[in-house]
């Protein structure tokens, strides 16, 4: 089976502007989390979904927001772009409740300037 | 809060010799922990995990070991080779969701 995929894997955006993140997970899973990973503060959880429901939600600011579609694709987006924001979004999918195991795309590096 | 503290954060050990990177968790309805490694430039790769009801778990050259009671959790790399030289990562999660807390990570150099 293909991995779970990530789109764009690079990104540029200025203050102020929203972006737009796509996540693809392993065919057949229905979980989708996202993580953001920077120097400082490492790997932080910001949502999980699972059949178009968030389940749960990490602790960041209202301008984080994510779906999930009916094909368990997912996207997330982030509104009023801020310097801080700027870091490695990954996100990973897990086959169903009940498995444990969650297996992480490639990112996207989102820079903010 | 949940938090998941990793010791050392950095590690440099001959090729061949063991490896070894503790973790502490603060939640005690964690049960469920996996480790990732990480290569510069890569998605992290779950290596190993271990669930709450075992002790320890062993997969070739890599094992980790839970002590539920001192809430710690281990991973044991041994023969290290250059190709283990990565930043690993712990995580800890509890039943019904898929929120992993993480560990700040140990960056392991395997000197050849």
């Known amino acids: 089976k293909a991995g779970v995929t990530q789109t764009p894997r690079y990104l540029i955006k200025t203050r102020g502007q929203q972006v737009t993140l796509s996540c693809s997970p392993i065919s057949g899973h229905r979980s989708v989390s996202w993580y953001q990973q920077t120097p400082g503060q490492g790997l932080q959880f910001l949502f999980e979904?699972?059949?178009?429901?968030?389940?749960n939600k990490g602790n960041f600011p209202g301008r984080f927001s994510g779906r999930q579609f009916s094909n368990s694709r997912s996207e997330m987006n982030v509104s009023t772009l801020e310097l801080g924001d700027s870091a490695l979004y990954l996100c990973a999918s897990s086959e169903r409740q009940g498995v444990r195991e969650q297996y992480f795309g490639p990112g996207t590096r989102l820079t903010v300037t | 809060g949940e938090n998941v503290e990793q010791h050392p954060s950095t590690l440099s050990v001959q090729e061949g010799d063991s490896a070894v990177i503790k973790c502490t968790y603060s939640?005690?309805?964690?049960?469920?922990f996996p480790w990732y490694k990480q290569e510069l430039g890569k998605r992290p790769q779950l290596i190993i995990d271990?669930?709450?009801?075992?002790g320890e778990k062993k997969d070739q050259r890599i094992a980790v070991t839970l002590n539920k009671t001192a809430k710690h959790f281990s991973l044991h790399i041994t023969e290290t080779q250059p190709e283990d030289s990565a930043v690993y990562f712990c995580a800890a999660s509890t039943s019904g969701t898929y929120k992993y807390i993480f560990g700040t990570g140990t960056r392991l150099k395997v000197l050849a």
């Open positions: 939640d005690s309805a964690s049960n469920y």
């Open positions: 271990i669930r709450s009801n075992v």
């Open positions: 979904y699972f059949s178009e429901t968030q389940r």
